[in-house]
């Protein structure tokens, strides 16, 4: 039964002493955020009210906004209200998609703004079985079927564990305004067909079952914890370190169950099942793509790599832009050259003959058709080559760098082998030192 004091615990089990705690309440003026707002109200917390109007009722939209307006001059309390207009570009189809998007990023830019700490939803327990029928459908698994989280990412919702019903009786006993969305009564949406015509079934079957449901969410979701804390442990178990990137044992993850699969790999964005068997057989070299990741095949290894990261590493750096041939001899310091020196983990010393190289220097990422002279062979060879018989990782080889002059020769492949042709001999009288130190 929602009563004062039920729902202050729920919200003290979804955050720690709340009234330390600042919020931003959306409410649409239905009877589920006019009842939020009114307890947050009447428990004396630090909050702000978001509206937005659609504008996809008419007249009845207008109501709602003020029926919001009142209560929030009525009780002071700030309001912020977003009107839709033609440059919010709505839709013909994905009505809903394109409304849930423009309203949380309405929420986010206030809370950033006014500097508040969560965003408070007025979801029911109806919300969360009429979201499980939804889920199951989709055959979402155990997170899907555990339904909306009570606490997600800053965004609280303590009514979840309230039905409507009791929703209602709270609105009639402390006489709260608030207005029926009319819309909701059609089934032109899945949730409103489930909401209107599959819901008042499963309630005539059992007049406890939203009790019971209510229990067997608690369970599913102490099971997803414990499930998730277990892929967490498989995970590590998995990892290969790496300062830079995510990286896991290919082998290791093929030994594991297709569950266990789906679900690492569900972490970084790989959620197609079909797709899991073509990443195992794939070929060193290939790529997958999700929306926020690049995942790379290589050899015995996944290389999971952040889309946002992927152009953070300059490709080319000015190391040297002339010769003092003056001094006769300049001493360059890669750790004092790269800022991101930690990827050249090995000392060298490279003694160059600084009358043979044509200036400016650079550093910069392996090209197709590089080839050089490496000290201590004969011969020339490829770079592509010479970075197959050092069995490099495709990362290690994004990440090497080769030095080159003004004509883009390569000069030497930093810090595994110098050209040869412009080492410094008996002959020279200039010497550049390029050396780094560990």
Known sequence: MLEKSSFKNQLENLTDSPEDHTYLLAVSGGVDSMVLAYLFHVLGLRFQIAHINYKLRGKDSDLDQKTVEDFCENNEIPLHIYEVSEKDKKPKNSIQLWARELRY??????????????????????????????????????????????????????????SKEDIYQ????????????????????????IRNEIVPKLLEVNDHFL????????????????IEGQIQETEKKLS???????????????????????????????????????????????????????????????????????????????????????????????????????????????????????????????????????????????????????????LAKQKTWILADSNNTVLGIVPFRQDRRYAKDEKTKNILKIFNEK
């Open 105 to 162: 990023r309405f929420f986010g830019e206030i809370c950033r703004k006014e500097n508040l700490e969560f965003l408070v939803t007025a979801h029911h327990l109806n919300d969360q079985l009429e979201t499980f029928i939804i889920n199951l459908s989709k055959a979402s698994g155990i997170k899907g079927l555990s339904g909306i989280p009570a606490n997600d990412n800053n965004i609280l919702r303590p009514l979840l564990y309230f």
């Open 240 to 394: 290969v370190f790496n300062p830079y990137h995510k990286i896991l044992s290919k082998e290791k993850l093929e030994q594991e169950s297709d569950f266990v699969k789906f679900e690492i790999l569900k972490r970084y964005g790989f959620d197609q099942e079909e797709e899991i068997p073509k990443i195992f057989k794939a070929e060193t070299g290939s790529s997958f793509f999700s929306t926020d990741y690049q995942l790379m095949v290589d050899r015995d290894e996944l290389i999971f790599i952040r889309k946002n990261e992927e152009n953070k590493t300059r490709d080319e750096i000015i190391l040297i832009k002339n010769f003092d041939f003056s001094e006769n001899r300049t001493n360059i310091n890669l750790k004092d050259a790269i800022e991101d020196i930690d990827e050249i983990n090995k000392s060298f010393e490279w003694d160059f003959d600084a009358d043979k190289l044509r200036f400016p220097l650079r550093l910069r990422r392996q090209q197709d058709g590089d080839v050089f002279f490496p000290s201590g062979f004969s011969g020339k060879k490829k770079v592509s080559k010479f970075f197959r018989d050092e069995k490099l990782s495709i």
């Open 170 to 193: 709270f609105a009639k006993q402390n006489r709260i305004e608030f207005r029926e969305d009319l819309s909701n009564q059609k089934n032109d949406y899945l949730r409103n067909k």
């Open 211 to 226: 009790e019971n449901f209510k229990k067997s969410s608690s369970y599913l979701n102490q099971a997803r914890d414990f």
